[in-house]
């Protein structure tokens, strides 16, 4: 079956940085674009950042842009998202998720496939 594992969340002080990975299994990765969302507690997902198939095209959320960067190594099957200059408002759990439609979407409804979260603290 499909499997998007997140690892690399952590607790960071405020203006440090992380790298988050995805890796996938049960799917042909590399016709899937990615994405990242987030969700704090007692707020809706949001989303984050997005990748296309190739790699070649990104697309980020205003709160990400400038700070994040999303890529991906179709040869590992693996999704990142390095953060930096990081805030407390950036504390939130971070999930991965695949598209079938190589669109560079926002909406969490129309991602296929989804993993299960890391949580990423962020003090002040």
């Known amino acids: 079956q499909v499997q998007l594992v997140e690892s690399g969340g952590g607790l960071v002080q405020a203006g440090g940085s992380l790298r988050l990975s995805c890796a996938a299994s049960?799917?042909?990765?590399?016709?899937?674009?990615m994405g990242w969302f987030r969700q704090a507690p007692g707020k809706e997902r949001e989303f984050v950042a997005a990748?296309?198939?190739?790699?070649?095209?990104?697309y980020y959320s205003d709160s990400g842009e400038g700070r994040f960067s999303i890529s991906r190594d179709n040869a590992k099957n693996t999704v990142y998202l390095q953060m930096n200059s990081l805030k407390p408002e950036d504390t939130a759990v971070y999930y991965c998720?695949?598209?079938?439609?190589?669109?560079?979407?926002?909406?969490?409804?129309?991602?296929?496939?989804w993993g299960q979260g890391t949580q990423v603290t962020v003090s002040s």
């Open positions: 998720a695949a598209n079938s439609k190589n669109a560079l979407i926002t909406s969490s409804q129309l991602y296929d496939y």
């Open positions: 049960g799917l042909t990765f590399s016709v899937y674009a």
């Open positions: 990748i296309d198939r190739s790699g070649y095209r990104t």
